[in-house]
């Protein structure tokens, strides 16, 4: 008889992420199916990495929030088809939410550190315009009944209200401030042509137009102004703080990644970008949900065995201005520290929903090889009915010249 | 560019747009702009983009808006899975002045040519497919992308036209003589063949293939490195190639094979164009194939090939006289009576298509196992040509058995018999079959000159006795002919063209007559020839009377891959049923007591001669006919049996004996079958006193 051999715990690393350009719900991407944004990013990260033998990718994770139509048919498997991987490759989907991309990687980091996995796609779609939130979703009446959560839970607006009323010192200036910075950020990077390396160009065909390629996101702001945000409506409750400027819009877009065990990746002679160190996914009151990575960001620096002054980087996902603040403000980071979202973030770029967290990580990525002075950066965001997703990574560059 | 009014009659155009974008190179890694046109009729790829008047006044709109943009480079793709289908050929049939034709070829080129003289650089992304004037846009370009799985070709000479939209002009010099003979004379004149891309890859049509995932992004890369000189695309000149008299013959030999050796126009006239593009200027060329296309345009054989392509596009689809496809029965098992050959091809057929049982039956055990055998051969060399996957070929020989018994037959809802052509034989095994099968089983017969009716006498259901008749080779000709009795019911009718369908072949539905329609016609036709031959008139001539025609085969060829005694058995049963008019040969006779299979033998240095074992049996009469008199009694003798046939109400429209002769005979199009032809020649009035089809119809409109 023979004896198992448990697998060793093997080094995660992220080789590679590449998005296509965001677009705005139903605009530029109107004429554009989910699955097919979803392939094309997954052929152009497996074009950017040809050393890399298709039939070697052990799996495919790709994540989506709404699941059905262009987005259902299992996207893991369905997509890797399309994408012309080779049918021996297996693949499944996703769903945490906005944070569908990042459990992709974080659950193939699982198995990869596991052992049962060497190398692997994660990815994450979503396409507003054809799924728009909320979209065929049916509550339990029991979750109001029985007050399990409040309304506001159930309108991811109204829980970025709740935020500000938690927290009255985050105002909607400070808001504004922030979002105002995330356009003007996204601006400057675009102009030093930080973002487009990462943007995989996109056929996207308007029946009235005539097809045409996307190569930079559709959403972004330049032109925005304070007084111009001061102005905007509050949705969500009549004198509430939270307005579309400072909140990231309803957008279309995909992104993939590449991750790998460091091991599999200098065998192949493939690059490494970031390398995993921990993560963790907390739970908070689904009112407030956007609290969630102050949870989730404690929890993973304690299995790190780091602390927040260790963390040299910061991609936060901006669903809502308020959110990120609530997050800094916990942290005593600065609003406007140059340490947290660099390039702008998702307020300016759009927040595809599934796909955001894989968005994180590739900008986490470009400040790893800008700054080989850094050492730890994570990426983090909310996630509806009360969560948050941190993922601590290290800087393979670190310590090396700038 | 100076638009054109259709002429009167004309359906409207589905008007083709092309719309403008541009697209940033810099994510390329190119600089400035592509202006991307996009051809796009609204419409989903079950109606392609086409090319009519308005469509190429909004290709030279959307040309001059590009160029406006002054953008690095300007390319062309269509909309999802289709390019562009070519002209749009529903308005040539309408042209009465030869001066419309002239103009609509001047305004393709005129719009066209833009891409090759505006200066920039051009680009063809031929995302779908892309025949004829719709690979001629990508011709005028200056490079040419093509979709992994995207189909492309010159189907002109096919239809009766040459790529005069640039086509013959630009392809010589682009790929060469030999290449472009492939593509413009022998691919279309093989069953207009398509190129897949690796062909025309291969053959230096485009000049890179990409994945159709995202063959758009790849494109417009390979279209930056173009731009950018990090790849060069070679041209050859071809001018002074050695190979254009040899290639220029070569087409030439196969356009002769094709009809017979007949010179027909439009294979003679686009080899001409070829010719001349070799020393011509490209204008020069423009103008010629614009005055070809016109001369093709308003002639009657081009009419009567439009009316031929349409008409069997139609007819694939819809049936002339089918009940309502609802009355057809569901058919779960077949039974084929006999397991010789022809029964064999049958099982084959079904088998492969139905995808159900087919069970077969002969004389005795070890028969019925040769036919099964036969078949599990067949699907098996299938799957060596990589043409069926090895588990598909043992799904369907699982499928398959035979039998000595027939009460194997129990079960079957549609039996068809293939055994000796003797009616009495197949009365007895109609009767036979009535006690094993289920009262709506149809029993179908592949006879092919006895009566049907007679089969279902004395039945207890003759409504259910159809005839269902193939032509050899029956898995590759198109045609079948369902021959309904006086008693077939509509059930059993329906569920007959149901099968057809599934078979995938083209159907008439017709009167149980003797002969049907294609036999009926080519034996009365061949009766003349061999007639002819008896009176004492030199079997040269008389084979060679119709040469000019472009049938695919002289009558003698014709009667070789027959074989005289399937020739003169049905001559005889048509005789005895049609009268005397059918007359009995008696050089067929000897030719069949004595043996010999062919007219002509191949001789020891390959020529072909005729069989001097065939001419020492001829029965020499002293009353010889010049090959004149020949043509015109064969001729006659169509229309009169035509006009006979339908005044019997054998079929109902001359269009259906058309079809027949187009699918079941292989009659060229350029005939429009045949009865466009004899309205033409104006043997149908002096035969019939009247034409057959309306002046327009196949033919230009009456001046």
């Known amino acids: 008889m023979k004896v198992g051999t448990m697998a060793t715990q093997a080094s995660v690393v992220l080789v590679d992420a590449v998005r296509t350009p965001f677009g705005k719900a139903g605009s530029m991407y109107a004429g554009t199916r989910a699955d097919d944004l979803m392939v094309r990013a997954m052929r152009g990260l497996l074009e950017r990495n040809p050393q890399l033998p298709l039939d070697q990718i052990d799996d495919v994770a790709i994540a989506a929030a709404t699941q059905t139509g262009d987005q259902g048919m299992n996207l893991g498997r369905s997509a890797s088809l399309l994408a012309g991987l080779p049918n021996t490759v297996p693949g499944y989907s996703v769903d945490r939410w906005c944070a569908g991309a990042m459990t992709a990687v974080t659950t193939l980091a699982g198995s990869i550190a596991m052992g049962s996995c060497e190398i692997a796609i994660a990815g994450g779609v979503e396409h507003m315009g054809n799924h728009p939130i909320g979209d065929g979703l049916d509550p339990n009446p029991r979750f109001l009944a029985e007050r399990i959560v409040e309304q506001d839970a159930l309108a991811m607006g109204a829980t970025a209200e709740r935020l500000h009323d938690r927290f009255p010192h985050l105002t909607k200036e400070r808001a504004d401030k922030f979002a105002l910075a995330s356009q003007m950020k996204t601006a400057q990077a675009y102009a030093d042509g930080k973002i487009q390396r990462d943007l995989i160009p996109t056929a996207a065909r308007s029946a009235e137009l005539g097809w045409g390629i996307a190569t930079v996101d559709e959403p972004p702001r330049p032109t925005t102004t304070l007084e111009g945000l001061s102005t905007l409506k509050t949705p969500f409750r009549p004198a509430g703080r939270v307005t579309a400027g400072n909140s990231s819009g309803l957008n279309d877009g995909a992104t993939a990644a590449l991750l790998a065990s460091e091991a599999k990746a200098l065998e192949l002679g493939l690059p490494i970008k970031a390398r995993m160190v921990t993560f963790a996914f907390a739970g908070v009151e689904p009112e407030v949900m956007g609290y969630g990575p102050v949870p989730s960001t404690i929890k993973a620096l304690a299995k790190a065995g780091l602390s927040i002054a260790d963390i040299g980087a910061f991609e936060v996902n901006e669903a809502f201005a308020i959110q990120v603040l609530a997050f800094l403000d916990h942290f005593g980071i600065a609003d406007d520290d140059p340490r947290v979202n660099p390039y702008g973030g998702a307020i300016a770029v759009g927040h595809p929903l599934a796909s955001s967290g894989i968005r994180l990580m590739l900008n986490l990525a470009r400040t790893f090889e800008e700054k080989p002075d850094v050492r730890y950066g994570i990426t983090t965001m909310c996630i509806g009915l009360g969560m948050g997703g941190t993922v601590i990574w290290e800087n393979p560059h670190f310590g090396k010249k700038a | 560019m100076t638009s054109i009014v259709l002429p009167e009659g004309a359906p409207e155009e589905v008007v083709t747009n092309a719309l403008v974008r541009d697209v940033d190179l810099s994510a390329f890694g190119a600089t400035g702009t592509l202006a991307l046109i996009t051809l796009d009729n609204g419409h989903d790829h079950t109606r392609p983009n086409t090319f009519g008047p308005q469509s190429l006044m909004a290709l030279d709109t959307a040309i001059t808006e590009a160029i406006s943009r002054k953008p690095a480079a300007i390319a062309i793709t269509g909309k999802p899975f289709i390019f562009a289908a070519g002209a749009d050929l529903s308005a040539l049939s309408f042209l009465s002045d030869r001066s419309q034709a002239v103009a609509i070829g001047k305004l393709g080129h005129d719009v066209f040519r833009r891409l090759d003289e505006c200066g920039i650089p051009t680009f063809a992304f031929i995302n779908g497919l892309a025949l004829g004037g719709g690979l001629e846009v990508g011709l005028h370009c200056k490079y040419r992308t093509l979709s992994a799985t995207a189909f492309t070709g010159l189907p002109e000479v096919f239809l009766g036209l040459v790529p005069g939209w640039g086509g013959a002009t630009i392809l010589p010099q682009l790929i060469g003589p030999e290449k472009a003979v492939q593509v413009i004379i022998a691919n279309a004149l093989n069953n207009n063949t398509m190129m897949k891309a690796k062909d025309a890859l291969a053959l230096g049509v485009v000049d890179s293939v990409f994945a159709p995932a995202d063959f758009l992004e790849k494109s417009i890369a390979f279209a930056a490195s173009v731009l950018n000189g990090s790849q060069k695309i070679e041209r050859v000149d071809y001018t002074n190639d050695p190979s254009w008299d040899a290639a220029l013959a070569t087409g030439r030999a196969i356009a002769l094979k094709k009809f017979g050796g007949a010179e027909i126009a439009s294979p003679m006239k686009a080899l001409e164009l070829m010719a001349a593009s070799r020393t011509s200027t490209r204008g020069a060329g423009f103008d010629a194939e ?168 004395g039945l207890e259901h003759p409504e259910r006795v159809v005839g269902f008749h193939f032509f050899n080779p029956v898995a590759i000709m198109p045609l079948l002919e369902i021959a309904r009795t006086s008693k077939t019911d509509d059930a059993t009718t329906a569920t007959a063209v149901n099968i057809g369908k599934e078979l995938k072949k083209t159907m008439i539905i017709c009167k149980d007559a003797p002969g049907f329609v294609v036999n009926r016609l080519l034996t009365r036709f061949m009766g003349e020839i061999t007639d002819a031959v008896d009176e004492g008139t030199s079997p040269e001539v008389a084979d060679n009377a119709m040469r000019s025609i472009g049938f695919p085969m002289s009558p003698f060829e014709l009667l070789g891959l027959v074989g005289p005694g399937v020739g003169l058995h049905v001559a005889k049963t048509l005789h005895e049923n049609l009268g005397p008019r059918y007359r009995i040969s008696p050089t067929m006779e000897a030719m069949v007591k004595e043996g010999i299979k062919t007219f002509y033998i191949k001789s020891e240095d390959g020529s072909v001669v005729a069989n001097p074992a065939a001419l020492a049996l001829i029965h020499k009469g002293d009353s010889p006919s010049t090959a004149e008199q020949v043509r015109l009694r064969a001729l006659k003798a169509l229309a009169e049996e035509a006009r006979m046939m339908l005044d019997e109400g054998v079929v109902s429209t001359p269009a259906e004996i058309d079809l027949c002769m187009l699918m079941g005979a292989g009659w060229p199009m350029h005939l429009g079958g045949i009865l466009p032809f004899l309205d033409r020649e104006g043997i149908s009035d002096s035969v019939c006193g009247s034409r057959f089809h309306p002046a327009g119809v196949a033919s230009l409109p009456s001046k």
């Open chain 2, 290 to 457: 614009d005055q070809t296309l016109a001369d093709l345009t308003m002639s009657d054989p081009l009419r009567a090939s439009l009316y031929a392509f349409n008409l069997i596009q139609k007819k694939r689809k819809k049936v002339e006289g089918a009940p309502k496809a609802a009355l057809a029965r569901k058919v779960g098992k077949v039974g084929v009576v006999g397991a010789g050959l022809m029964a064999s091809q049958l099982a084959l057929l079904l088998v492969r298509n139905l995808k159900c049982p087919v069970v077969m039956t002969d004389i005795d055990q070890e028969r019925a196992d040769k036919g099964v055998a036969w078949v599990k051969n067949e699907l098996a060399k299938l799957v060596e040509k990589k043409r069926m996957s090895a588990e598909s070929a043992s799904r369907l020989a699982l499928l398959v058995s035979g039998s000595a018994d027939q009460n194997v037959f129990a079960g079957c809802d549609f039996v068809i018999e293939a055994i000796f052509e003797e009616l009495s034989l197949k009365q007895e095994l109609f009767k036979k079959l009535e006690k094993i099968v289920s009262p709506e089983c149809v029993l179908a017969t592949n006879t092919s000159s006895l009566s049907v009716e007679k089969m279902g006498e």
